[in-house]
């Protein structure tokens, strides 16, 4: 059944996610036509503004939103399978928190620091971030529970963002600091873009690795180990490509909330429950769903930008409501 269903990722979404890049290049404050943008590609002129705005704001947007999607879907996908929890996503359980936070603090106390280094600090503020919120639950009883962890993770990122922004104010660096935690795609410059992709996409290869030890691992603990997996070397790796893969997506655009709590839950209603296959097609429905999220935020308040965690937020709450009214305090079963 999930090979029949693999087709309609493996044909149909890329034509979608086509049909998206290319609105997205072409409608904006300043619409430009699809022959221009055939121009820019095949013969690039510097002095034509259409073929400008393509290549200095438009194509670094558009693969910005396509790849942190998938990223962002991934890791969500990742924490949902290993923590048989079916609210972890890097937004909620304060992963996308704690890079967004270390970024802030290396914004303001090392202001010349390198694209690079901000990448290495951003996917170490992710592991931070996670380990704070497991740590800080696994001291409560019952804290490990879906519904707990969730409001732990939301307290604990809403502190972290909170202490950020009060030392960004206090530096006067406030405005910079608000893209970070607001995300700010109208900002990307294709260098950031070719360094954050194949950082990123290492974090895609390792989870797509892991795929299989996944899917043991969502079927409990015990039962992993029954079967002989190495449980505590599954979670280190699995810890380690969702802090590559969110690091690297907040480095980029900065914090973009839901992605990776609705994706992996509609691939996993629409191919299988075998990570094989959730893992990379959550990866396809993530850059889809994201850029067709941006594409709206354009023209909400047109011809003003709505920032695009509007978007993601008026469709990820009402889900999160509906999975917490649904499952309740129950654990995720794959």
Known sequence: MASKKIYWFTFVMPILIVMAALISIMFGTKDIPLSDIWQAIVNFDEGNLNHQIIWSGRVPRVLAVLFVGAF????GAVMQGVTRNFLASPSILGVADGSAFVVTMAIVFLPSITNFQLVLLS???SLFGGMLVFGFASMIKNGLSPVRLAIIGTVIGTFLSSIGTAIAMYHQVSQTITMWYNSKLHTVQM???LLCVPIGLLGLILALSMSNSVTVMS???DTAVSLGQRTRIVKVLSMLSVAILTGTAVALVGKIAFVGLVVPHLVRMLVSVDYRYIIPCSAVMGAFFLTACDVISRYINFPFE???GVVTALIGVPYFLYLIRKK??????A
Do not use: F, N, R, S
Not at 72 to 75: D, G
Not at 328 to 333: D, H, L, N, R, T
């Open 328 to 333: 309740g305090g129950e654990k995720y079963a």
């Open 219 to 221: 079927l409990g603990e």
């Open 123 to 125: 996917m170490l503020g």
């Open 72 to 75: 962002l879907a991934v890791a």
């Open 306 to 308: 709505t920032p695009i």
């Open 191 to 193: 260098d950031m873009v």
